[in-house]
């Protein structure tokens, strides 16, 4: 098992990249309506913790990036799980007490279980319906910090380029389960009405890439110093 200690923690305020693939490398998706069914059960048990910026999800594993939100809207979401915070700070950069440091840790290690619950309630669904045992997921699962504004911009591009990455399709645009198309639909049109059950940052995506040519500029730049071998192994 990998050392949870060489992983980041999750805190209020801060971006990861989430990466995580099947046990042994088998597929956690066999069939279209399992990548449905993966995002069902993200928005119900994690997309209320966290803005979501970009997914992509692959036969044998998956890459999300995601912001975790204030923690006053993080006991909103679950209020029986997160304890209602009596701090000052809204985000972890905020902490300034050691009061606010224990605060945060805790929040930190609920974060790492509630991703745990939707890992381990997608398992036992995928188990069900096909006969099989034992886990489904490598734990713990891979975290990344984006620690800056150019490292977010490319990961988000690198996401939606994986499947071609790994040889899945020829053309990423194409690819039915990644955030590319929802997206640039959303870039294109000349409304601020959200789409139904979206899990998307989609409004915070449209400011930060201003219009679709920026967003369409950025995905066909070469992403090869992102690659992510190092990731996924282990």
């Known amino acids: 098992m990998k050392d949870l200690r060489n992983y980041p923690k999750l805190q209020s305020g801060y971006t990861y990249h989430i990466c995580n693939q099947g046990i042994n490398r088998e597929d956690i998706f066999k069939e279209d309506r399992n ?3 993966f995002l069902k059960k993200y928005q119900e048990l994690a997309h209320p913790l966290f803005n979501t910026f970009a997914y992509c999800l692959l036969p044998n ?4 990036m995601i912001q975790v939100k ?7 979401a679950f209020p029986k799980k997160f304890p209602k915070p009596t701090l000052k700070a809204r985000v972890a950069a905020e902490i300034n007490t050691n009061e606010e440091v224990e605060y945060d840790e805790q929040i930190s290690n609920l974060l790492s279980r509630q991703l745990g ?15 099989r045992k034992g886990k489904l997921f490598m734990l713990p699962f891979n975290r990344v910090l984006v620690s800056n504004d150019t490292y977010f911009s490319w990961l ?10 790994h040889n899945f399709c020829d053309d990423f645009t194409t ?7 929802q997206i640039l639909d959303f870039l294109k049109a000349d409304t601020s009405v959200l789409p139904d059950d979206v899990i998307l940052d989609l409004p915070f995506l449209k400011d930060w890439f201003t219009d679709k040519e920026n967003f369409l500029e950025l995905h066909q730049e ?12 282990g």
Do not use: K, M, T
């Open 222 to 233: 070469s992403l090869d110093f992102l690659e992510d071998r190092w990731l996924l192994e």
């Open 117 to 131: 619950v939707w890992f381990s309630s997608y398992a036992r669904a995928i188990n069900n319906a096909y006969g």
């Open 156 to 165: 988000l591009a690198y996401i939606h380029r994986n499947p071609i990455h």
């Open 35 to 37: 990548y449905h069914y």
């Open 175 to 181: 690819w039915e389960y990644s955030s590319y198309s």
């Open 70 to 76: 204030p923690y006053e809207e993080l006991h909103q």
């Open 61 to 64: 594993h998956f890459h999300l």
